[in-house]
């Protein structure tokens, strides 16, 4: 069965400073997807960023980018020039086409500090 | 449009007490699905659905029920609340074929007392 791995339950940053996120995952399929979830505050879940795993580049938007590493089976997040409103927890999570199943990490709280 | 709709927000029940949770969608999402939130355990899924008339268990699907007799609703049941299922509870949807993000709504907090 897959599992995804979050080993940071918290972590703090500056404001404008860099702060990476990881995440593992164990596997034996090929293909998949690899997402990174934000939930702030509010409760909403907002996908941040996904990554196919037959594509061998990493994935980017705007301040937020992952660094892939398929034969490691990690996943993290690197969130550039931090912000207020990053705070919150991030949530790693993996599919495979064809389960219908999301699997989801534990979480990781994310402090941005002014 | 209102993407994913879930309610109540927020509700308080006695153990042993049912109640339906309601979740919509108006994106024409064949794939609709129901996750608990706990802390330290991250979303874990409940039930899910491929379209309406077909539903199948997640991780933890005991004491609750699904039914899709539309597109539209996915409810979720609790036949015979237990401290246990305190929880937050969230509602998520999908094209089936690009199963690649799923939208999510707003989040039910249950607390059984």
């Known amino acids: 069965a897959q599992t995804v791995t979050q080993s940071q339950p918290e972590m703090s940053v500056q404001e404008a400073e860099t702060v990476t996120l990881s995440c593992t995952y164990d596997t034996s399929e090929n293909n998949y997807y690899l997402f990174w979830y934000k939930q702030p505050p509010s409760r909403q879940m907002i996908l941040v960023i996904r990554?196919?795993?037959?594509?061998?580049q990493n994935a980017t938007e705007n301040r937020f980018s992952v660094n892939f590493q398929k034969a490691a089976k990690s996943f993290s997040l690197k969130i550039s020039d931090s912000q207020l409103g990053d705070t919150a927890m991030y949530f790693c999570?993996?599919?495979?086409?064809?389960?219908?199943?999301?699997?989801f990490g534990t979480g990781t709280r994310l402090k941005v500090l002014a | 449009n209102a993407g994913v709709t879930q309610t109540p927000k927020f509700q308080v029940l006695k153990t042993g007490q049912s109640m339906t949770l309601q979740c919509a969608q108006d994106?024409?999402?064949?794939?609709m699905s129901w996750y608990r939130q706990d802390p330290g355990m991250g979303l874990r899924l409940i039930h899910y659905s491929v379209g309406a008339g077909i539903t199948d268990q997640g991780e933890v699907p005991n004491g609750y029920n699904v039914s899709r007799s539309t597109t539209e609703d996915f409810p979720l049941r609790l036949l015979s609340a237990a401290p246990s299922q305190t929880s937050v509870y969230f509602c998520a949807s999908s094209y089936s074929r690009s199963l690649n993000e799923q939208f999510f709504g707003p989040g039910t907090r249950l607390t059984v007392l």
């Open positions: 990554q196919e795993a037959y594509k061998q």
């Open positions: 999570a993996f599919y495979q086409p064809g389960t219908y199943k999301y699997i």
């Open positions: 994106m024409n999402h064949e794939y």
